[in-house]
């Protein structure tokens, strides 16, 4: 797997925990989708997991890299 970086991910890209993370089992430990990225915080994007759990993470932001 990759790094992969908020300029790279598109809404609908499929995304999993990265290297940075930090953010307990919000992703349910599975896989989730790109469902916006977030303009006024560049290398951030919002995902929708499995779970049903939605939230930010950064892809590049703060040099860090919450998904692959």
Known sequence: KR?????DLR???KV???????WGDQDGRGIGEVVRNVADLTGVVR??????????????AQNSYDLL
Do not use: F, S
Request: charged residues 25%; hydrophobic residues 30%; aromatic residues 14%.
């Open 3 to 7: 790094v992969v970086y908020g300029k």
């Open 16 to 22: 999993c925990r990265g290297p940075d993370w930090r």
């Open 11 to 13: 809404i609908g890209a």
């Open 47 to 60: 995902v929708k997991w499995a779970n049903g759990e939605t939230n930010h993470y950064r892809a590049g």
